[in-house]
DNA sequence: CTGAATTTTCAGTAGCGACAGAAAAATGCA
DNA sequence: TGCATTTTTCTGTCGCTACTGAAAATTCAG
């Protein structure tokens, strides 16, 4: 705590407790602690930041945050509010929480799923010249792989097709389980 | 390539290239490259391996493969296959893509989902005392939060308490999709 | 019970990513 | 256009995790 804590902004123990452990869980889902715990401040906070508030909140480097920032507007996390006669840039996040974990689930299909499932689509080609018995079978399984990717893409795609007040409240009107049960 | 070569088994091309992607891949779901290569190696051959082969066939050393396996065991993801008469053990994993998909599903929600979620009630009681008119906002989305997460947890455990076979054929057929139409 | 085969645990190492701090670039007001 | 403010890039360090190889423990045949 030997930061400037002139620009500290003031988090109540709730809020800290939070940030916290966004921290923590960040790294299992592909953001490392930093990142997260900015998230977490700018999901948590009503108003937009700048960046020397958010280095002096969490405790971290300044050039810190500016990575970190910028790899949440890579994500579509994080988006730049106009600092009406500030000289400093300042940052929100969206602050619902369906909105942010729709984003990831996009982000995430993108950067992982999609490219994975190209790959496989070249790993099953490659192995239609492979006649060994093992090679056919690890084809086969190959190729179910693959079909389940693309299954799951289309549930996506139809999801997110939708406005999404709608989406959101079918999933809670727990309509969508009865479609299980029929 | 300094292995043992004769405990190697003989990988096809798309074989290699299919283990080496996941191993890529593992890192960020959760689990470090070797696991993901064990797993993609067991995954796509059809015969139980013992602990041996795996490390020459991945080039790892054999304690890496033993700590790797009981991770593997942990997820569910890898079980030991009795060994009619053979010394050493011999280990494989599911063959089917979706009871895999389904599998770190219920791991994931097991150690990431339901802890955090237990985590934000504690910080939405904490917050109940906070007064600052950003406490408040704070407190209501922290709730929200967890109302989102308790959602996927409603939709996860109605999905998973259907027979697989029938929750296979509900996705595959799309009829999961025209629920989101109506 | 003894010793070989096998697995697990342990301690040390190496490599990689996160991070801080400094230097450079960019921005925008006078 | 010059200068102060702010942001980004760059370089080096630190810490952590994955990994190896060796030692310890376990298992099992004879």
Redesign the pocket.
Known sequence: MSDDDSLKVALTPSMEAYILHWGEMGPQWGV????AQIHALLWIWSEAL???TIAATL??????V?????ELRDWGLVKPANALGR???LFTADKDPWEVFLQVLRERRKREIEPTLKALRGFVAMAEKEKSPEAVGAKKRMLELSELMEQLCAIHDTASALPPALLRKALKGGKLLSIFKS
Do not use: H, I, P, Y
């Open positions: 490392n602690r930093t990142v700048d960046a020397d405790g971290v480097a300044r050039s810190n500016s990575n970190s920032l910028r000289r400093k840039e």
